[in-house]
């Protein structure tokens, strides 16, 4: 990873894109709750966060909307300086003199959806910009997590997706699928916990207007690859059997998000506010 100088203004770049992102989704999502669906209106309730040691944030999560049974779709803007254990896990990724100079700032966006329908996927999504003084990268991506799959679902996901990538390197689709293959199997069910997608962490190709441009790809290709299917399953109509099979799945979820989570590990052990590090369990689960 080259070394970084001054960063400010991509810095802030990179936090306001994260931003308009939110803002441009959040609109989409209660967009949704606005034409399907009976009942009260989901809205997003907005509330600031903060990060002891430097910056915050701002949590947005809609709770027993029509069409989101639960979502949060948070962004963040933190700084401070690392603690050993943080140093040694940024040691361990290549990042020299972490030990000398521990400062830190990252920003981003990440969202999960958990929807009331049983036949509407699930959904993760984050993108994210990552600086010390001695190295930058940008890392995200998303996956979806269907309880009950349609392979034309997966396939209309995966072909965003590709989309994205295809217009930065021929062999990011590839290379980021069958990490997020790796990196979202749930080792102890022996399983993945949804259909897949993509994942990139480190990136850094020395050219950080390009690898920024590939991270707002990423973040562009959500909607389009998301809402189209909640378009389509939203009405579909659902038993109590298939609402067993989306607590189940949603138990295993949970399991990976606890257990195995680098976003979720980060955030608790840099003291973000767990409310919003914790966003992205579901309102309910069950466990056979």
Known sequence: MPMTTDFT??????????????????????????RFGVGPVGRFEVTPTTRADGGGGLMSVMRGGRVFEKIGVNVSEVH???????????????????????????????????????????VH?????????????????????????????????????????????????????????????????????GVGGIFYDDLNTGDWEADFAFTQSVGRAFLPAFVPLTEKRVGTPWTDADRDTQLIHRGLYAEYNLVYDRGTKFGLETGHDANAVLMSLPPLAKWV
């Not at 306001?16 to 209660?30: G, H, K, M, P, T």
């Not at 910009?129 to 940008?138: G, I, L, Q, R, Y």
Request: charged letters at 25%; proline letters at 7%; one cysteine or more.
């Open 9 to 34: 203004e991509k810095k802030a770049q990179a936090a306001a894109w994260f931003r308009s992102l939110r803002d441009q989704i959040v609109e989409s999502f209660e967009g949704l709750e606005d």
């Open 80 to 122: 401070g300086t690392l603690g050993e254990r943080a140093q040694k896990a940024m040691a361990a990724r290549g990042v020299p003199g972490m030990d000398k100079d521990p400062r830190f700032w990252a920003s981003g966006i990440s969202l999960v959806a958990h929807m009331v329908n049983p036949h509407c996927p699930a």
């Open 125 to 193: 999504m984050n993108t994210r910009m990552f600086w010390t003084p001695h190295a930058w990268w940008f890392g995200g991506g998303a996956d979806l997590n269907p309880c009950i799959e349609y392979p034309e679902d997966t396939a209309h996901f995966h072909a965003q997706m590709q989309a994205a990538c295809d217009a930065h390197a021929p062999d990011y689709y590839p290379r980021f699928k069958a990490w997020a293959d790796e990196y979202f199997f749930v080792p102890h069910r022996g399983r993945a916990r």
